[in-house]
């Protein structure tokens, strides 16, 4: 079961780069890269497992909530970013794309920064 999760976990982390890497790239021409939809739902789909399995005792002393749940919070926000912009076509703005870029760093850092 630990190379399940170790397998997640790197499928988790590729989704974030693809959001990332996408969004940056999207910045100078202000377009946002078809990509970026698919390395968020990437995210978020394999956050929700890692999660429950480390609730059921697969990943050492199970997972801290509360970073869960800000973690939950800034992947939502950053899903209706990508969702929103993705509807909105060509007219996105540099801002736009800055707070997923923004929110995806911020997301990362809570991942590694939080003890």
Known sequence: MDVVYGILVVLHLLGWAMVFGG??????????????????????????????????GVAGDGPDNV????????????????VV??????????GWLGAIVGLTALNVAIAVLWR
Not at 49 to 56: E, F, M, N, Q, R
Not at 67 to 82: F, N, Q, S, W
Not at 85 to 94: A, P, Y
């Open 67 to 82: 970073k869960i749940g800000v973690k939950l919070v800034v992947a939502l926000a950053v899903t209706a970013l990508v």
């Open 23 to 56: 969004a940056l790239a999207g910045l100078r021409s202000a377009t946002l890269n078809p990509g970026v939809f698919h390395g968020i739902v990437t995210a978020l789909l394999t956050g929700i497992v890692l999660t429950g399995l480390a609730s059921a």
């Open 85 to 94: 912009g993705r509807r909105r076509g060509e007219k996105v703005t540099t």
